[in-house]
């Protein structure tokens, strides 16, 4: 065998096979948000044309995107960006941003601390990952006409997405970032009452003792978390509000 047929045959093991190379470009178009939800995947003899490939290869790419979450395969319909899932009954994931300024009120954010390290026990458990990894702490403020709104503790898991590593959480809040650049298939939100403690009273402005809602929220692309994060209410002005219609 000539050095030259080994070369090309050492070049084709190394590329990824067709079908993958598929995949990856679907999955980069849902991932960046240039196909949101909802959007309607190419049907299979656009994509066999497109790749010049056989609708068994186009198959087996589009197989593995819907076992990922990604997409939903709908009979006789196509293939579609799945919409997320909403496990709570109660709330939707908001933009904290949008939704101060649909009141008619004036937004503002401050960054009060923003880290970058490497996964503590707390950290893993709360994410329920059981390896160690680097993960992004945050805690900023949310106000509205310069009164505390909400203060938010977050954790971004960087194994799961990791382009919030470059992200400026100094000038974007982290909620609005996540909800427009990371796609996510379920989310979890257990809602409490506490007493606000020093530091949660001094960031909301209220006093030490006054009772605080608090929302904790988990979102997950398939079985990743991508994120964990607590926020803290003043008690005596947020209010939840769910309208049910009978089936």
């Not at 070049?11 to 178009?29: Q, W």
Request: overall charge positive.
């Amino acid at each position: 065998m000539s050095l030259a047929s080994d070369r090309a045959r050492l070049d084709a093991a190394s590329k990824p096979t067709l079908y993958k190379r598929i995949r990856l470009d679907i999955e980069t178009r849902i991932l960046t948000g240039e196909w949101p939800p909802g959007h309607r995947i190419p049907f299979e003899h656009q994509l066999m044309a497109r790749y010049h490939c056989s609708r068994m290869t186009v198959n087996k790419a589009l197989s593995e995107l819907a076992q990922a979450d990604l997409i939903e395969r709908r009979r006789r319909a196509g293939s579609f960006v799945r919409r997320p899932q909403h496990l709570s009954a109660v709330l939707k994931i908001a933009d904290i941003r949008a939704e101060i300024t649909a009141l008619g009120r004036s937004y503002g954010y401050q960054l009060i601390d923003c880290r970058r390290r490497t996964a503590t026990s707390a950290d893993r458990a709360r994410l329920g990952a059981s390896k160690a990894g680097k993960v992004i702490a945050i805690a900023c403020r949310h106000s509205a006409d310069n009164v505390p709104f909400a203060v938010e503790d977050r954790l971004i898991d960087l194994t799961t997405v990791p382009e919030a590593a470059t992200a400026d959480f100094a000038r974007e809040p982290p909620g609005s970032w996540l909800l427009h650049h990371v796609p996510w298939t379920e989310a979890e939100h257990t809602i409490s009452a506490v007493v606000a403690d020093d530091r949660t009273a001094e960031a909301l402005d209220i006093a030490v003792g006054a009772p605080c809602l608090v929302i904790d929220r988990y979102t997950w692309r398939s079985t990743r978390t991508l994120t964990a994060v607590r926020l803290h209410y003043p008690g005596e002005t947020h209010r939840l509000v769910a309208r049910f219609k009978g089936g």
